[in-house]
T-cell receptor, first 112, second 115 residues
Framework: ELKVEQNPLFLSMQEGKNYTIYCNYS?????LYWYRQDPGKSLESLFV?????AVKQEGRLMASLDTKARLSTLHITAAVHDLSATYFC????????????FGKGTKLSVKP | GAVVSQHPSRVICKSGTSVKIECRSL??????MFWYRQFPKQSLMLMAT?????????EQGVEKDKFLINHASLTLSTLTVTSAHPEDSSFYIC???????????FGQGTRLTVV
């Protein structure tokens, strides 16, 4: 059974600091996704990682994938308040881009 | 491109009634649509997968007679919550995918409150 573990679940950061969110998954998968969710809203797609060693960056966020270690990371550089949200990683099940197992999410709060 | 629209965004219904939620792909044909449920402060859980013109596949523990899914066309899937109870109150989110995309695209979600 595919399980996805995310940590930390809560993260309080000061503006300007760096931090990393970790996402471990239990069985082989060929797709890993990172999403952002603001309160009361749906998901916003951040990154799609499809291969071992994949690294993608957008603004202050960078995601990477190590399929051998079954680990993905979401690195936040020089955090700003606007990054406050809940971040989810999700792993594809059965090779389907929509059949996803989600981590529990990391609630990020960036304080001045 | 790749816009998925869900309707309604919010609905309040009385206990025992049924409510229908629509999920539409506006600018692409979705061969497969997915329905998720998210309880407050929790993660998303897949409820069912629907393919156009065939019966939905439900995840373990999801009652197919309570959560009726219809995927009548390549741009529309509906989720009907029958005989709703307060414990069905949740945020329901659909996503839609084509065979060509590397990801599915999420709708805006529907906040269901059963009173």
């Amino acid at each position: 059974e595919l399980k996805v573990e995310q940590n930390p679940l809560f993260l309080s950061m000061q503006e300007g600091k760096n931090y990393t969110i970790y996402c471990n998954y239990s069985t082989t998968s060929d797709r890993l996704y990172w999403y952002r969710q603001d309160p009361g809203k749906s998901l916003e797609s951040l990154f799609v990682l499809l291969s071992n060693g994949a690294v993608k960056q957008e603004g202050r966020l960078m995601a990477s994938l190590d399929t051998k270690a079954r680990l993905s990371t979401l690195h936040i550089t020089a955090a700003v308040h606007d990054l406050s949200a809940t971040y989810f990683c999700a792993v594809s099940r059965r090779g389907s881009q929509g059949n996803l197992i989600f981590g529990k999410g990391t609630k990020l709060s960036v304080k001045p | 491109g790749a816009v998925v629209s869900q309707h309604p965004s919010r609905v309040i219904c009385k206990s025992g009634t049924s409510v229908k939620i629509e999920c539409r792909s506006l600018d692409f044909q979705a061969t497969t649509m997915f329905w998720y449920r998210q309880f407050p402060k929790q993660s998303l859980m897949l409820m069912a997968t629907s393919n156009e013109g065939s019966k939905a596949t439900y995840e373990q523990g999801v009652e197919k007679d309570k959560f009726l899914i219809n995927h009548a066309s390549l741009t529309l899937s509906t989720l009907t919550v029958t005989s709703a109870h307060p414990e069905d109150s949740s945020f329901y989110i659909c996503s839609a995918a084509t065979g060509l995309s590397t990801e599915a695209f999420f709708g805006q979600g529907t906040r269901l409150t059963v009173v």
